[in-house]
Nanobody, 126 residues
């Protein structure tokens, strides 16, 4: 069982910035496609960003140009830099590991991810 642990969530005003992190065991970051997902109350979980072993990234239209996913293989950490946040960015953010290996499909499907963290809450106030 891979243990992923998110941190860094909190409250931020609309237009502000926040960076959340995901700590992973060795041989995870940089060896697997990783992604950030989020879920707002009453809504389905949404994949917002992914990064593969070569550092290629992909974003949902809702966050493109505002969020940046990155990874630090030496520290075994995954990050999501969130800029120009909006109230609709509020929710619980999860990091996840793709079960297929190092490359990500352009369309993020929950079934392709087999390891999940417990989530970190992000609240954006207007």
């Amino acid at each position: 069982q891979v243990r992923l642990a998110e941190s860094g969530g909190g409250s931020v005003q609309s237009g502000g910035s926040l960076r959340i992190s995901c700590a992973a065991p060795a041989n995870t970051i940089g060896d697997y496609c990783m992604a950030w997902w989020r879920q707002a109350p009453g809504k389905e979980r949404e994949g917002v960003a992914s990064i593969d072993v070569e550092g290629d990234t992909n974003y949902s239209d809702s966050v493109k140009g505002r969020f940046t996913i990155s990874q630090d293989r030496r520290k075994n950490n995954l990050y999501l830099q969130m800029d120009s946040v909006k109230p609709e960015d509020s929710g619980t953010y999860y990091c996840a590991r793709n079960l297929h290996g190092g490359y990500c499909f352009r369309t993020l499907l929950q079934g392709d991810f087999d390891q999940w963290g417990q989530g970190t809450q992000v609240t954006v106030s207007s």
